[in-house]
């Protein structure tokens, strides 16, 4: 009896392990789709991949913006402003909160970009963390880190302390 009750328990571990590993491994698959989607500036994927009711933070602490707002800001940024985005030593992982305000599945995808603009053709390469939320299968809420002035400052910008004048 002892180990019957052993296998159905390693039976039932063995299963939720798959279980979690196989919606980490879609939610992973997901993300490495989105950036990829950015990277080609292919707007169309990164609609269909967003949630209607999706909603993206950051990088400064006042900057949201709902799906329409991102895809309009995407497709203005492919046209206007960067030639290429590149992904380098990009990285995913894969976690479930299980309480609590931020429960859910998330990723979180560390990444080296590189970013070309069009009309200099100036680059700049930055580390950026996005935090993505996901719910059926869709992107749901993001947050995006990275260092603003870093890329001013690459740009040829210079911080000047107003105290200074």
Do not use: R
């Amino acid at each position: 009896m002892k180990k019957i009750i052993f296998a159905i328990l390693l039976l039932t571990i063995i299963i939720s392990c798959s279980t979690t590993d196989k919606k980490a491994e879609s939610n992973t698959a997901l993300i490495t789709k989105y950036v990829k989607a950015v990277e080609i500036n292919d707007t169309a994927t990164m609609e269909s991949l967003l949630d209607e009711n999706y909603w993206g933070f950051g990088p400064s602490v006042g900057d949201s913006i709902n799906k329409s707002g991102a895809i309009a800001n995407w497709k203005n940024n492919i046209e206007n402003l960067y030639e290429t985005i590149t992904y380098n030593k990009s990285k995913n992982i894969s976690v479930e909160i299980s309480d609590g305000i931020n429960q859910g599945e998330w990723v979180s995808n560390w990444a080296e970009v590189n970013i070309v603009y069009k009309k200099d053709k100036k680059s700049v390469t930055i580390w950026a963390n996005t935090i993505y939320q996901i719910k059926n299968n869709k992107i749901i809420k993001s947050y995006t880190f990275y260092n603003e002035a870093d890329v001013l400052e690459q740009l040829g910008f210079v911080f000047i302390n107003p105290n200074d004048l």
